[in-house]
């Protein structure tokens, strides 16, 4: 089985910060890496999708990059709409099913 | 545009069988999408469940393959989970997701509201 390994699992930042999330897997996804955030009583919103594709909709604040086993996401500019937990997805097709992180506390300083 | 919901009891004995349905409006359930359950312990992470395409075909999480069983209802634009000899570590948030068919990811695009079941004598 795959292991994605989240961090950190807290996060406080401050408005307008520069914010990033990192999620490492056991072995080689390539890009079948997702990003999600979710707000409190909530479902979870798609952000990222293929390690660093900008989902529809959604602001331009917010990325992702990596390949591989080590993957990267980004607040550009925090803003106060942003406090959310955050939560990395791999896929893995052989046999086929998904693994979450576990997930990253994002909170305002 | 499509939406997911779902519906079933929020209260399931331990030992017995949880039965949820996610009805899918604003498109067919028989288009080029997988269909997933996942869940969520209160203050946990996310756990995915199975997945059904409209053809029937499923997949499972290893770790909970012998008591999940997902069905689709093309007639009724719907699918359902079964979830059988539940414990209270089936306690949870339970969400219907669309797989985007767009992604190599597999990731989630769509998502119902959730339903919590509570497992409980």
């Known amino acids: 089985d795959i292991q994605m390994t989240q961090s950190p699992s807290s996060l406080s930042a401050s408005v307008g910060d520069r914010v990033t999330i990192t999620c490492q897997a056991s072995?080689?996804?390539?890009?079948?890496l997702n990003w999600y955030q979710q707000k409190p009583g909530k479902a979870p919103k798609l952000l990222i999708y293929d390690a660093s594709n900008l989902e529809t909709g959604v602001p331009s604040r917010f990325s992702g990059s990596g390949s591989g086993t080590d993957f990267t996401f980004t607040i550009s500019s925090l803003q106060p709409e942003d406090i959310a937990t955050y939560y990395c997805?791999?896929?893995?097709?052989?046999?086929?099913?998904?693994?979450f992180g576990q997930g990253t506390k994002l909170e305002i300083k | 545009q499509v939406q997911l919901q779902e519906s079933g009891p929020g209260l399931v004995k331990p030992s017995g069988t949880l039965s949820l349905t996610c009805a899918v409006s604003?498109?067919?359930?028989?288009?080029?999408?997988?269909w997933s359950w996942v869940r969520q312990p209160p203050g946990k992470g996310l756990e995915w469940i199975g997945e059904i395409y409209h053809s029937g075909s499923t997949n499972y999480n290893p770790s909970l393959k012998s008591r999940v069983t997902i069905s689709v209802d093309k007639s009724k634009n719907q699918f359902s989970l079964k979830l059988s000899s539940v414990t209270a570590a089936d306690t949870a948030v339970y969400y219907c997701a669309r797989g985007y068919s767009g992604s190599e990811a597999g990731a989630f695009d769509i998502w119902g509201q959730g339903t919590m079941v509570t497992v409980s004598s």
């Open positions: 997805q791999q896929y893995d097709n052989l046999p086929p099913g998904y693994t």
């Open positions: 604003g498109g067919s359930i028989s288009s080029s999408n997988w």
């Open positions: 072995q080689d996804i390539s890009n079948y």
